[in-house]
């Protein structure tokens, strides 16, 4: 079982940046996937990045050079930083880990999930 946890979410004006983490518990950081999803009301859950084991890292269009998803093992924790926030990144941010990468990217699945935390960018 792995238990995960985000924080740093909050209210960001338009062009401002965020740095979300994500505390994971349980069993085996390092050997596992981690990922960032996001869903905003009224819409589907929707991938934002991911990363391997061995730090290879996954982005989706909306968010590739904008953002920055990296991880600590020593820590536990996988970050998302985020710049040049936009009004349409106003979501609920999950973290998400996986055994396998594909899990995460592309199938936009995950083996454990966090409960979220909301970033909302206002204009």
């Known amino acids: 079982q792995v238990q995960l946890v985000e924080s740093g979410g909050g209210l960001v004006q338009a062009g401002g940046s965020l740095r979300l983490s994500c505390a994971a518990s349980?069993?085996?950081?390092?050997?596992?996937?981690m990922g960032w999803f996001r869903q905003a009301p009224g819409k589907e859950r929707e991938f934002v990045a991911a990363?391997?084991?061995?730090?290879?890292?996954y982005y989706a269009d909306s968010v590739r050079g904008r953002c920055t998803i990296s991880r600590d093992n020593a820590k536990n924790t996988v970050y998302l930083q985020m710049n040049s926030l936009k009004p349409e990144d106003t979501s609920v941010y999950y973290c998400a880990a996986a055994t396998i990468i594909a899990t995460i990217y592309p199938l936009n699945r995950a083996d454990y999930w966090g409960q979220g935390t909301q970033v909302t960018v206002s204009s």
């Open positions: 349980g069993r085996i950081f390092s050997n596992y996937a």
């Open positions: 990363i391997r084991s061995n730090g290879a890292t």
